[in-house]
């Protein structure tokens, strides 16, 4: 179930940012539509809602948002679906709702592009951390007092190339397309080519604010890594599984 009772209420998302992201609520079930947007709405967000795949595309492609919730299992069009055909042209953060023991639902998701997933039944505490830590990432970093700070400096190692500052990324001069958590796993990595990062050290790096995720979850990023860097270059082998250990970004 839906459950806030007995928690202490986040910080106002107002605290955050001087502006309201807005979060696209793609479900056909009416009850969490309406629980979880007076949820987001009374944190700050600023909340669309959708009933259906096919409608909320459309209207993605004419407004995008910043960030989607997006149910799985879904008539006339599911998620995996919507995502399939919203990852062809937008690299959105997208948290998939998958049922509790779908765990197949949960590894295609992160494998077509999802930043994140949830099980139903969740915590609206939860969902709303897990939005934050990701908005939060994905935003380029701002002055955090009235002076500029400098640009995030480019990483290059070797056909990698890395602009933290854009969110772009390139093997051997060709674009990768990475979600957030993608761009933030494989950015701990190519920071110290050749040193091993447990899971534990890339889950901190990829999720903040102690949202809880588990190694199932950084395996299938790494996956879904190493899929679209063999789309560019099929001999891509720099994102190196030490077994029991972690895993490096291997000196080239």
Request: aromatic share 6%.
């Amino acid at each position: 179930m839906l459950d806030l009772r007995g928690r202490a209420p986040l910080l106002p998302l107002a605290a955050m940012t001087s502006h309201a992201p807005s979060i696209a609520l793609v479900d056909d079930d009416r009850n969490i539509l309406a629980s979880v947007s007076i949820a987001l709405q009374a944190e700050g967000f600023s909340v669309r809602i959708y009933s259906d795949g096919e409608a909320a595309l459309k209207a993605f492609a004419e407004n995008p948002p910043d960030l989607v919730v997006l149910d799985i299992k879904m008539p006339r069009m599911d998620g995996m679906e919507v995502l399939r055909r919203l990852r062809e042209k937008s690299a959105v953060p997208v948290i998939f709702l998958t049922s509790k023991d779908d765990e197949l639902d949960e590894a295609l998701g992160l494998a077509m592009g999802a930043d994140d997933y949830i099980s139903k039944p969740f915590s609206l505490r939860l969902l709303i951390a897990r939005i934050r830590a990701i908005l939060r990432r994905a935003e380029p970093a701002g002055p955090a007092t009235g002076e500029e700070q400098p640009p995030a400096e480019k990483i290059v190692r070797g056909r990698l190339e890395m602009d933290p500052a854009r969110h772009k990324v390139s093997w051997g001069g060709k674009d990768v397309v990475l979600t957030v958590t993608e761009f933030l796993i494989l950015e701990a990595l190519a920071q110290r080519p050749g040193f091993v990062k447990s899971r534990d050290q890339l889950m901190d790096a990829a999720y903040q604010d102690d949202v809880y995720v588990d190694d199932r979850t950084i395996d299938s990023h790494i996956k879904r890594l190493r899929r679209k860097f063999r789309q560019v270059d099929p001999t891509f082998k720099a994102i190196e599984t030490l077994y029991g250990v972690g895993y490096r970004f291997g000196e080239e």
